[in-house]
């Protein structure tokens, strides 16, 4: 177990999950049942208590295999779509599964029960939920579930942005808020994340894993150009041309845009270093 991420795989002293069966070894292997995340976005923790620290969220219509269930309302399992475990409110999931077909692509959208803005909304969505459309009536978007989207704030799952760098940029004045990766806050690995799946870019879920594995790997002493990302021990950044950084900080608090040489000599001041590498996503 030692040699394996436990945040990338869904194994515990008591069973591990059945695909994993051969690799991991454990006293019984579980299949798994495959669940949606309905809430708005779902907490991901990495205990079954409100107040266990938060590793990630889940969006809208994100897949989560639950392995194990307690009486005390959570689920323990695996996210689809980066692979990250833990546990989560089994109330945010229902097995409606159903393909998406749309994205949201606005920072902040509502899902409404009927065919009226002036319905109470059922649902928050940020920018990246998804969504399965059967239909339209006027300004909205009908849902397989029978809810109202707004048309305008959705795109087809299959057209993604042609910069993400532009997706990022709407995130600027949002609040820092560690493991999160809505609209309502997030953290720098989750800034990049959300921002290149709207480009249609797999991207993991934490700073040292994007750091090992998004775009081309180039020198330290690289000209930088907009869609650069510049590591650091713990902290992740997006150059939007040669010398402005866009990153959610945790020293303001927000997401922000600062020229590349003022964040670096804070951040080295603070204890995490010197830049660690640079990762080149090219832009289409």
């Known amino acids: 177990m030692s040699t394996y991420d436990k945040r990338l795989t869904p194994a515990r002293p008591d069973f591990a999950a059945e695909y994993l069966r051969g690799i991991v070894d454990a006293p019984r292997y579980v299949e798994g049942e495959e669940r949606i995340v309905f809430d708005g976005s779902a907490d991901l923790r990495r205990a079954p208590v409100p107040d266990a620290p938060l590793d990630t969220e889940a969006l809208h219509g994100e897949i989560f295999t639950v392995y194990d269930q307690d009486e005390e309302g959570w689920s323990w399992g695996q996210l689809k779509r980066d692979g990250y475990v833990g546990f989560m409110p089994s109330k945010a999931l229902t097995a409606d599964i159903a393909a998406p077909t749309h994205r949201v692509n606005v920072l902040r959208s509502f899902l409404f029960g009927g065919p009226s803005i002036k319905l109470p909304p059922m649902a928050t969505l940020s920018m990246g939920s998804r969504?399965?459309?059967?239909?339209?009536?006027?300004?909205?978007?009908?849902?397989?579930?029978?809810?109202?989207?707004?048309?305008?704030?959705?795109?087809?799952?299959?057209i993604h942005a042609n910069d993400f760098v532009a997706i990022a940029e709407k995130f600027i004045g949002i609040p820092y808020f560690w493991g999160g990766k809505t609209s309502l806050g997030l953290d720098c690995s989750g800034l990049v994340q959300v921002s290149l799946d709207a480009a249609g870019i797999e991207a993991p879920r934490d700073t040292d894993m994007q750091e090992k594995s998004v775009g081309t790997l180039l020198p330290i002493d690289t000209e930088l150009k907009r869609g650069d990302l510049i590591?650091?021990?713990?902290?992740?950044?997006?150059?939007?041309?040669?010398?402005?950084?866009?990153?959610?900080?945790?020293?303001?608090?927000?997401?922000?845009?600062?020229?590349?040489?003022?964040?670096?000599?804070?951040?080295?001041?603070?204890?995490?270093?010197?830049?660690?590498?640079?990762?080149?996503?090219?832009?289409?």
Do not use: N
């Open 131 to 158: 969504l399965t459309i059967i239909g339209t009536k006027d300004q909205f978007a009908i849902t397989h579930r029978g809810h109202y989207g707004i048309a305008d704030h959705l795109q087809p799952i299959e």
């Open 231 to 284: 590591f650091w021990k713990g902290h992740v950044g997006i150059m939007r041309d040669a010398r402005e950084l866009l990153h959610a900080s945790g020293h303001q608090m927000l997401v922000v845009s600062e020229p590349l040489a003022e964040a670096a000599q804070r951040i080295e001041a603070k204890g995490a270093g010197p830049i660690t590498s640079i990762r080149r996503i090219h832009l289409s």
